[in-house]
């Protein structure tokens, strides 16, 4: 059994064949998926298909290329939504200092903000974190995020950083990416984390792992990425889809 600890399957790449998606994950040997609703006008998408599938639950949150969106009604929205017990976590939030969507300033406070949020609902935070490492940190720790805990998504950072989020509670979840004929250094830093703090993850429809790169991703893809980590760590397929599940299921309070 297999988790994809993060998709968007709301997200219109999936408009067409939604259910055909779900069964081949399915068959894959996908057992929950978790779907990110990155912006107000997603969050009753990802929330009904959460609703219609046993195997789908739903995290909820403003996307930091979207922070620069909120108005006063978007936290009572989310704060409302969160109630509903198929939604496991807040997120995803963070910073994207790749993109710059929205201004760094508003993605700091935002962050800052929604990490408050998190702790108030008692749910654990999805961080999305690009090109802002050190300061990713620096919002963790002030935040006390360690009081919720959660998953650094598509991580990218180093062992270091790596390190200092486990440390802090937090689970280091590995994308597609690990596939990459040019990821030997990614490779190399996975290799390092403990099999007890990973997670596996598609980011569907994005991130396609070989041998599909180039092609819309899905959740079933997810058993591609944890193969290459048994591989990376070597260490049976079985063992990672057991100890990544296990871990997917604690991070996200769900009893197996
Ligand atoms: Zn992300
Ligand atoms: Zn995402």
New binding site residues.
């Given amino acids: 059994m297999l988790i994809d600890s ?1 998709a ?1 399957l709301e997200m219109p790449e999936f408009k067409r064949d939604l259910e055909a998606v779900i069964q081949r994950a399915k068959e894959l040997g996908v057992e929950y998926i978790f779907t ?1 609703g ?1 912006e107000k006008k997603d969050w009753k998408s990802a929330l009904e298909i959460a609703h219609s599938y046993p195997s789908i639950y739903a995290i909820l949150g403003v996307h930091p290329h979207n922070v620069k969106e909120i108005d006063d009604e978007t936290y009572v929205v989310l704060k409302r939504l969160c109630q509903d017990e198929n939604v496991k976590a807040l997120g ?1 939030i963070g910073l994207d200092f790749f993109r710059n969507l929205s201004p760094r300033d508003t993605q700091l406070e935002r962050f800052w903000e929604q990490i408050g949020l998190a702790k108030e609902l008692g749910l654990p935070i999805v961080v ?1 974190d690009r090109e802002a490492h050190q300061e990713t940190l620096e919002i963790l720790r002030s935040g006390k995020a360690e009081e919720c805990g959660g998953i650094i ?2 991580f990218s950072g180093d062992y270091e950083m790596a390190k200092a989020c486990i440390d802090m509670g937090f689970f280091i979840s590995i994308p597609g990416t690990i596939t990459f004929k040019n990821a030997d250094g990614f490779r190399e830093i996975v290799r390092r984390i403990p099999l007890e703090s990973l997670l596996v993850e598609t ?1 569907a429809p ?1 991130l396609t792992p070989e041998p599909y790169r180039g092609k819309r991703n899905e959740p079933g893809y997810v058993r591609y990425t944890a193969q290459k980590v048994a591989e990376v760590k070597k260490v049976s397929f079985e063992k990672v889809a057991e100890v990544t599940t296990k871990n997917a299921l604690n991070v996200y309070h769900l009893s197996s």
Avoid: A, K, N, Q
């Fill in positions: 993060h968007h990110v990155t995803e999305h998504h598509c980011d994005f």
